[in-house]
């Protein structure tokens, strides 16, 4: 069982920069992927980003790319998801998962573990 904490949403101008954090525990060497995702009422879940924790390897949406940023402090296992340049359009809840190594999922599928979601509201 892993468990997923998400720290860091709050409400923004148009243009502005937030950090996400998840702190993961319990049993955190059974997954290899830390995934953001977000939605908003009556949408879809959408696939932010994610890291691949052992290697250090991000990969991202094409909504948010150059915007933001993954990052991890393993020693903390924790990750972050930087924002920036933040529009009114990524105002949603924010979601971190995480995948199992076990799992034959890529990019946004298949995530397992999810945290309770963090609100982030970009005003223009």
């Known amino acids: 069982q892993v468990n997923l904490v998400e720290s860091g949403g709050g409400s923004v101008q148009s243009g502005g920069s937030l950090r996400l954090s998840c702190a993961a525990s319990?049993?955190?060497?059974?997954?290899?992927?830390l995934g953001w995702f977000r939605q908003t009422p009556g949408k879809e879940r959408e696939g932010v980003g994610g890291?691949?924790?052992?290697?250090?390897?991000?990969y991202y949406a094409d909504s948010v790319k150059g915007r933001f940023l993954i990052s991890q402090d393993n020693a903390k296992n924790t990750v972050y998801l930087q924002m920036n340049s933040l529009k009114p359009e990524d105002t949603a809840m924010y979601y971190c998962?995480?995948?199992?190594?076990?799992?034959?999922?890529?990019?946004?599928?298949?995530?397992?573990?999810w945290g309770q979601g963090t609100q982030v509201t970009v005003s223009s």
């Open positions: 998962a995480a995948r199992r190594s076990t799992s034959s999922g890529v990019w946004f599928d298949d995530f397992g573990y």
């Open positions: 319990g049993d955190t060497r059974s997954v290899n992927v």
């Open positions: 890291i691949f924790t052992l290697i250090n390897r991000s």
